[in-house]
């Protein structure tokens, strides 16, 4: 199995991590975020020293919110080495959870948090609806054919160290 290393963005990779972001959503930006992600902190996941991974973050008084986060090589533990590294850190700095915002369609990320201790905190219905009335380029079905029209808060609380 092949070796994931994971180390903080630096400046340097701001032209890799954006083009990177544009090739795994396509060009759809939903997320509350999405025009800052570029200037965010942020973990890369790299395999003999190709970036392969992308976790955004933002911290907001004792929340650490997950932006984005984006692999090129699934089934291999890069989402979760990211994942594992992320909450390390913010558990050392006494943040007391994890939020995530996911679309209604997102069946993979929906299974991949719960099974990482994640849970359903609040349902926003409608909330890709009215992101669509200021950004008519959203599509209206996602994953799965699904109709894009909600979003979920799934929290993790963390063991403050």
């Known amino acids: 199995m092949e070796s994931i290393q994971i180390r ?3 400046a340097a ?10 090739n795994q ?11 800052e992600r570029i200037t965010l902190p942020a ?3 790299e395999v003999d020293g190709e970036p392969i991974g992308l976790l955004v973050y933002q911290h907001q008084n004792d929340v650490c919110h997950i932006v984005s986060l984006n692999v090129s090589r699934k089934r291999m533990g890069v989402g979760e080495s990211l994942l594992k590294r992320l909450e390390a850190e913010v558990s050392a700095k006494a943040f007391k959870k994890l939020l995530c ?9 929906l299974r991949f948090l719960q099974k990482r201790e994640f849970h359903l905190a609040e ?19 996602g994953e799965h054919g699904i109709p894009l029209r909600d979003e ?3 929290e993790k609380k963390l063991k403050v160290e």
């Open 8 to 10: 903080p963005k630096t």
């Open 13 to 22: 990779d701001a032209e890799w991590a954006e083009a990177f972001l544009k």
């Open 25 to 35: 959503s396509n060009g759809a930006h939903l997320l509350t975020f999405a025009d």
């Open 43 to 45: 973990l890369i996941a």
């Open 101 to 109: 915002v996911v679309t209604n369609d997102n069946l993979n990320a």
């Open 123 to 141: 349902l926003r219905v409608g909330a890709i609806d009215a992101r669509r009335r200021q950004n008519p380029t959203i599509q209206l079905t």
């Open 152 to 154: 979920l808060i799934l």
